[in-house]
């Protein structure tokens, strides 16, 4: 099997430090959080960033400032700002770190509408938004990591990847127990990564009580994986994590169980084919 590549998802946009403490919110704690994930097995930093209110925000000087100061403690790691940022933000809020220069070398994808977790929220990418966004990643030669919360999502992809659109190799990341998506259960995983080429590559998230389970999963099947504490707060039942690089050991520990070989970023970017 090929290295497994760590996603650490380390803030999000809707936790907050009242579910847990140690969620980071200024430069300095997302550069501390990125780099402790890293020194640990994680490959990948997927960004949400925030005021130091704990705000989520999109601002392109904010993603800059916390960037900088990723890079500065751990030069190496590979940065994927998110594109979705928070329920409600314009298209132009949400695209506006992929409009750094340097440009990152990912940027999430998200494939399609949801209803969001309780309440009225819905998370809306309809397929021109997804058109708009892949076009402009296409021509700052960014790779999207297809953000999909169910089946539906997938074969919007599939449809335009065939229009020529989405280009290949794909890497697709499942998020799997989200409310308004599908469920974290072993049918649903294998149905969703039998629902892709064969030639793409897949990572997997789950939220909550539902994150290890999938993941160790998932390490079986060959795939990739996500933790942190936008998905999690949780070591274990009842006993909040420390840090996101507290879940990445842990899933470092499964992983070497299992027999599977951490990738290291430069690693992580041959497996994606971004060199």
Request: net charge negative; aromatic share 8%.
């Amino acid at each position: 099997m090929e290295k497994l590549i760590i996603t650490a998802a380390i803030s999000g946009a809707e936790v907050t430090k009242e579910n847990n403490p140690n969620i980071p919110y200024t430069a300095e704690e997302i550069g501390k959080e990125a780099e402790f994930a890293y020194k640990v097995g994680a490959s990948i930093i997927h960004l949400h960033v925030r005021e130091d209110d704990g705000t989520p925000t999109q601002k392109k000087e904010r993603f800059r400032e916390c960037i900088e100061e990723i890079r500065r403690r751990v030069p190496d790691v590979i940065i994927l700002p998110s594109t979705g940022g928070a329920v409600g933000m314009t298209n132009e809020e949400r695209l506006q770190p992929i409009y750094l220069e340097p440009s990152p070398e990912m940027a999430t994808l998200d494939c399609g509408t949801m209803n969001w977790i309780g309440g009225d929220e819905i998370f809306l990418n309809t397929e021109n938004t997804i058109i708009y966004f892949v076009q402009e990643m296409n021509n700052r030669g960014i790779k999207y990591e297809l953000e999909c919360f169910d089946k539906g999502m997938i074969d919007t992809v599939l449809r335009l990847h065939n229009k020529g659109y989405i280009k290949g190799p794909m890497h697709f990341n499942f998020m799997l127990g989200v409310k308004g998506g599908i469920n974290a259960s072993v049918r649903d995983f294998l149905f969703l990564v039998n629902s892709i080429p064969k030639n793409s590559t897949f990572s997997i998230g789950a939220i909550g009580r539902y994150e290890f389970p999938m993941i160790t999963l998932s390490i079986i099947m060959g795939g990739h994986v996500r933790v942190g504490f936008e998905d999690n707060l949780y070591l274990s039942k009842g006993i909040l994590a420390n840090s996101n690089g507290e879940l990445v050991e842990k899933v470092v520990r499964i992983a070497h169980e299992l027999g599977r070989e951490i990738a290291k970023p430069d690693e992580a970017r041959k497996i994606l084919s971004l060199i």
